[in-house]
C-alpha cells in the first residue's frame, strides 16, 4: 500500500462517513419534525458521526475500509436510523417523507459538489479530465493543493449520487421502497408496507437492487456528467 493509497482511502472515508452521517441525520431530523424522536433522542438528527458509528459500526467502519482494500477500491457501507413503527402506522405520509429525507440530503451535497467544481472551473483551478471515474469527475489545472480539492469534489459528487439514486429504489429495506407510497392511498400504503416489512427481503432485496442499479448505473452516471458539463460530449 503506497502513501498515495493511503492518502486516497483517508478522503474516501472522510465522504462516506460525512455523507452517511448527512444521509441518517436527514432522516432522523424529518422523524422528529413529524412527531417521532425515536433517532433523535438518540443523539442522531444532528452531523456528529459518533451515533451513527455506535449504531452500525459494521456498516460505517469495518466494511468500508474492507471494501476500500479489495479491487476495484471504493467504498461502499451502512447505518441506520431507528424510528416507530407505531408512528409509522399512524401516520404513513410522514414516514414516506421522512424515508425521502435521507436521499435528498445526498442529492443536496452532491449539487453542492457540482457547484463547487463550477467555481473551481470559472476560477481556473479545474478542468474537465478527459476520462471520468469516481475519484475523476474534474481534475486540477494548477498545482497544489486544487489537485487534492478536485478528488475530494469528485467522491463527495459520484458517492452522493450514488446513495442517493440507490437509496430511491422501490424495493425493501431501502428508502424508496417507503417512499414510493406517496404515490398510493393511505389504506394501500399501510397494506404495502405491513407486507413489504413482514414479507422477510431483507438481503435478498438488497441483492436485487444492487444487480438492477448495476445495469442502470452508467446511465446514470453520464446523465448527471451531462448536467454538471452541459453542451460537452467527452464521455
Not at 413529524?34 to 433523535?40: F, K, L, N, Q
Not at 451502512?78 to 409509522?88: C, E, G, M, V
Not at 476520462?131 to 481534475?139: K, P, R, S
Not at 435478498?204 to 446523465?223: C, D, M, P, Q
Request: aromatic letters at 14%; proline letters at 8%; glycine letters at 10%.
Amino acid at each position: 500500500m503506497t502513501p498515495d493509497f493511503l492518502i486516497l482511502g483517508l478522503i474516501w472515508y472522510i465522504v462516506f462517513l460525512f455523507s452517511t452521517t448527512c444521509h441518517e441525520g436527514a432522516h432522523a431530523l424529518a422523524a422528529r419534525l413529524g412527531g417521532d424522536p425515536t433517532a433523535s433522542l438518540r443523539g442522531q438528527a444532528s452531523l456528529n458521526p459518533l451515533p451513527h458509528i455506535q449504531r452500525e459500526p459494521f456498516g460505517t467502519v469495518i466494511v468500508p475500509l474492507l471494501t476500500y482494500l479489495l479491487p476495484p477500491h471504493f467504498m461502499i457501507g451502512w447505518a441506520s436510523a431507528p424510528f416507530d413503527p407505531h408512528w409509522q402506522q399512524r401516520h404513513p405520509r410522514r414516514a414516506a417523507w421522512m424515508a425521502l429525507a435521507g436521499p435528498a440530503a445526498n442529492f443536496t451535497l452532491m449539487v453542492c459538489a457540482g457547484i463547487a467544481i463550477r467555481i473551481g472551473m470559472a476560477g481556473g483551478y479545474f478542468r474537465i479530465p478527459e476520462t471520468a471515474g469516481f475519484t475523476h469527475v474534474t481534475e486540477a489545472a494548477v498545482p497544489g493543493t486544487a489537485g487534492f480539492a478536485a478528488t475530494f469534489l469528485s467522491i463527495l459528487f459520484v458517492l452522493n449520487l450514488l446513495l442517493g439514486t440507490f437509496n430511491l429504489l422501490p424495493v425493501p429495506p431501502l428508502d424508496g421502497n417507503t417512499g414510493v407510497t406517496l404515490l398510493m392511498r393511505e389504506g394501500i400504503a399501510l397494506r404495502f408496507l405491513e407486507w413489504s416489512h413482514s414479507a422477510g427481503f431483507g438481503m435478498l432485496g438488497l441483492l436485487i437492487a444492487w444487480v438492477l442499479y448495476g445495469k442502470i448505473f452508467n446511465f446514470i452516471f453520464e446523465s448527471s456528467l451531462a448536467l454538471l458539463y452541459p453542451g460537452s460530449n467527452w464521455y
